[in-house]
């Protein structure tokens, strides 16, 4: 495989605590890779290290084969990597359209157009505070604004929180068609569903490790093996 993205031996945590111990992926051009796991064994730390938000005491980041290990967070966006955090998503004091302008880049909003079609709620509550929305969707307008960002590697930690199962389906057929225009995706996800669905790759983190992985759609019993509390 030509990676998109990969990483190789992550190692890092918060203060004194190593929570990624040794941690290896990769995803092309066109592909999804699911990162799946039990609650706590380090999901969101990974994306937040691999967005730059949290330094990493060991390792290596590639995009399209520069090492970006060393960007923080801002560089790590204009050198296209979108993320799409799991908690506080949005910005709850600013309306939704600014949320989904502020920092878009040039030719953001006629992308927003099809999109907007989709997720109507947007539409409904262009003019409201984000905080008003409910979790799910926040969970939207993320994801949204991400996807108008139009980069070439797109992380979305559990997108699905609080969706409605409609709105999980508009998501995916987004992510379908993005990945059939070359962008790369990672996610995190509970919903095992939309893995089997989705994936091209897979792997299952516990006690921040890599403890199975694979190429394809995962079999719903090879992870849930390894996500039993
Ligand atoms: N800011 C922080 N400071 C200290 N410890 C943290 C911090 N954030 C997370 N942790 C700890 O790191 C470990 C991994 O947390 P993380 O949020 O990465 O898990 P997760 O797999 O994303 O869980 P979930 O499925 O619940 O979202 C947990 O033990 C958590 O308590
Ligand atoms: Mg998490």
């Given at each position: 495989?030509?990676?998109?993205?990969?990483?190789?031996?992550?190692?890092?945590?918060?203060?004194?605590?190593?929570?990624l111990r040794g941690i290896a992926g990769a995803v092309a051009a066109g592909e999804v890779l699911f990162v799946l796991g039990r609650n706590g064994v380090g999901k969101s730390t990974l994306m937040k290290a691999l967005m730059g938000f949290l330094p990493c005491r060991e390792g290596a980041v590639r995009l399209d084969g520069r090492e970006i290990g060393g960007l923080?967070?801002?560089?790590?966006?204009?050198?296209?990597?979108?993320?799409c955090p799991q908690e506080r998503a949005v910005f709850d004091e600013l309306s939704v359209a600014d949320n989904l302008f502020l920092t878009a880049p040039p030719g953001a909003a006629a992308r927003l157009a099809p999109l907007a079609e989709r997720f109507p709620i947007l539409a409904?509550?262009?003019?409201?505070?984000?905080?008003?929305?409910?979790?799910?969707?926040?969970?939207?307008?993320?994801?949204?604004?991400?996807?108008?960002?139009?980069?070439?590697?797109?992380?979305?930690?559990?997108?699905?929180?609080?969706?409605?199962?409609?709105n999980i389906e508009r998501m995916e057929a987004v992510v379908r068609?993005?990945?059939?225009?070359?962008?790369a995706f990672v996610v995190v996800e509970q919903n095992l569903a939309m893995a089997e669905r989705l994936a091209d790759r897979?792997?299952?983190?516990d006690k921040g490790q890599v403890v199975a992985e694979g190429s394809g759609r995962p079999e719903r019993a090879a992870i849930i093996a390894h996500i039993q509390v």
């Open positions: 495989m030509s990676a998109r993205f990969e990483f190789r031996g992550l190692v890092a945590g918060y203060g004194g605590t190593t929570i923080a967070p801002p560089e790590r966006r204009r050198a296209g990597i979108t993320y409904r509550r262009r003019e409201q505070r984000a905080g008003t929305l409910s979790g799910g969707e926040k969970k939207i307008l993320s994801f949204v604004r991400g996807a108008i960002e139009d980069h070439s590697l797109v992380l979305l930690d559990e997108p699905t929180e609080g969706v409605q199962a409609e068609e993005q990945c059939a225009a070359g962008t897979w792997l299952v983190l």
